[in-house]
């Protein structure tokens, strides 16, 4: 085959890759996109999507197996599931959007080149698969992260990472989960929704330990009501003849999950060679995403925390748009975060006690309408405010369905709404998004329905 040439050459088409090539076809740069997998990523591919597809297969099956027991009437028989058919559902839903990831870049006339890349120098890429050496002006690295492994816990067999629970046939029986974060709460309840007996094992002191206890508390009541041992400050051992041994005791699981985190993929990608700037095992990167060395850049979760895939396709669509010229700069205010737990956990901006001058004020999903409704008052909705001038500088909500909250409370911090703004603003009734502007109300002493 014969050797490339392009003005932007991207290392990996996951969400922060292929947002920038879109972008950077539709701004009439030449680029071309290498990545060993299929488009879409982590995040397409093992990740967001086929998680949450999981998610919502079990909550449906829960939901059904709980009505005879609930209070709205709903009389029918015990569910049971075609796991086979949910997996088969899942896989389509993945394939249908890894076809329409490379349809929307070939539509950009961006060029995608399978293989493993390989930095040869700060301009030339070997790819190996396809044998070519493609030239570029300028390289994004946006290779990603892989899973942590344990020493004691090596993956295979029994012992699956977020992958390899992706790729289970059968319901196991029992799970263990070793990590009780974002990946280990939201797998860990989907399993239980689907009758696994489920023991989560955290070696910090609480559960999504990045939060505080105020927010994370709906969340663990909700996992002991699903039947779910949650063993914190406990760290997992090893696995011998069916067991996990842990610091406080053994816990029978016929698979265990260990989510401790993700690591950068930089190994294997000459990066070394290159001696760019690390930090930690990081990318280091300035506030256009330009590594330390002038014409690479590097994106998404190859470059730290927060490593979500929104934040990796904003990162990629500023630099397409710096590499084209643009006045741009990674400048944003907030990056919304949402662990699809049950119930949800939403967090954007500043959380109690992280900014100076700031008080929190709580609307409790108990004063909701909808929540009522919907038969979830478990959760509320908080707002960090500024005393000096009532600028929103964080707002949380823990609730059922609560991830839709995301985009107003990035808006309104982006805007820079004030307490005034948001309970000025006429919000649907009924809808949980009235919490929101109750909250608001609440901090001005003016709530209305509390
Ligand atoms: P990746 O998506 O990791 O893509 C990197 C790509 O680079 C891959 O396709 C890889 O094959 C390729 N690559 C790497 N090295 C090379 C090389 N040398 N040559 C060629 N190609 C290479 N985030 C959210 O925001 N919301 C969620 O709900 C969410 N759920 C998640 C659930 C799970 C189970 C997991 C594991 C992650 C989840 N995430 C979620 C995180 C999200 O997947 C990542 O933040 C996101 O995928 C990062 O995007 P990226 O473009 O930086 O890297
Ligand atoms: P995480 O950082 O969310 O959680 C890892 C947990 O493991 C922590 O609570 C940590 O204290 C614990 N831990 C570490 N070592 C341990 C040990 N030896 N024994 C027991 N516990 C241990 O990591 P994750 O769940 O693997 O997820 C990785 C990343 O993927 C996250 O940082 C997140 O950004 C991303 N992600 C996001 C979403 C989402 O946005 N909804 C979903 C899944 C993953």
Request: aromatic share 4%; hydrophobic share 45%; net charge negative.
């Amino acid at each position: 085959m014969s050797d490339l040439k392009c003005k932007l050459l991207i290392i990996g088409a996951g969400p922060g890759g292929y947002v920038c090539a879109i972008r950077a076809g539709q701004l009439g740069i030449d680029t071309i996109v290498v990545d060993e997998g299929k488009p879409g990523g982590t995040c397409l591919n093992v990740g967001c999507i086929p998680s949450k597809a999981l998610i919502h297969a079990a909550e449906e099956f829960h939901r059904i197996a709980q009505a005879p027991q609930g209070p709205l009437g709903i009389r029918c028989g015990a569910p049971e599931i075609d796991f086979a058919k949910t997996v088969a559902w899942k896989d389509g839903i993945v394939q249908r959007l890894n076809s329409g990831v490379a349809a929307l870049m070939k539509k950009a006339g961006v060029r995608f080149v399978e293989g493993r890349a390989r930095f040869l120098d700060g301009k030339t890429v070997a790819v190996n698969g396809s044998g070519q050496v493609i030239q570029a002006q300028y390289i994004v690295i946006a290779s990603g992260s892989a899973p942590v492994e344990l020493p004691d816990l090596p993956f295979g067999g029994p012992i699956l990472s977020s992958t390899g629970a992706m790729e289970l046939t059968q319901v196991p029986d029992s799970l263990a989960v070793v990590g009780g974060g974002y990946i280990g709460l939201e797998l860990g309840t989907a399993f239980a929704k689907l009758g696994t007996k489920v023991t989560v094992v955290e070696a910090e002191e609480r559960i999504l330990p990045l939060y505080d206890a105020e927010l994370t508390r709906p969340v663990s009541a909700r996992l002991k009501a699903l039947g779910v041992a949650v063993k914190t400050g406990t760290r997992a051992r090893g696995y011998e003849n069916g067991r996990l041994q842990t610091s406080q005791g053994d816990v029978a699981a016929e698979k265990v999950l260990v989510t401790v985190g993700r690591r950068p993929r930089t190994a294997g990608i000459g990066i070394e060679e290159l001696a760019l700037t690390q930090d930690g095992p990081f990318v280091k990167t300035d506030s256009h995403c330009q590594s330390s060395m002038r014409g690479i850049y590097a994106i998404g979760d190859v470059t730290g925390e927060p490593m979500l895939a929104h934040r990796a396709m904003a990162q990629g669509e500023m630099v397409a748009e710096y590499i084209a010229g643009h006045a741009v700069q990674w400048d944003k205010r907030a990056i919304p975060a949402v662990c699809f737990t049950d119930p949800e956990v939403v967090a954007c901006g500043a959380l109690p006690g992280e900014a100076e001058g700031t008080a929190a004020t709580l609307f409790p999903l108990q004063a909701n309408g909808r929540a009522l409704t919907a038969e979830r008052e478990d959760g509320f909705l908080r707002v960090i405010w500024r005393q000096s001038d009532h600028a929103v500088v964080g707002l949380q909500a823990v609730g059922a369905g609560v991830s839709e909250l995301s985009a107003a409370f990035a808006l309104a911090i982006e805007m820079g709404a004030c307490l005034e703004d948001i309970g000025a603003t006429i919000h649907a009734h009924p809808t949980q998004s009235e919490a929101l502007q109750e909250a608001c109300l609440r901090a001005l002493g003016q709530a209305l329905h509390i």
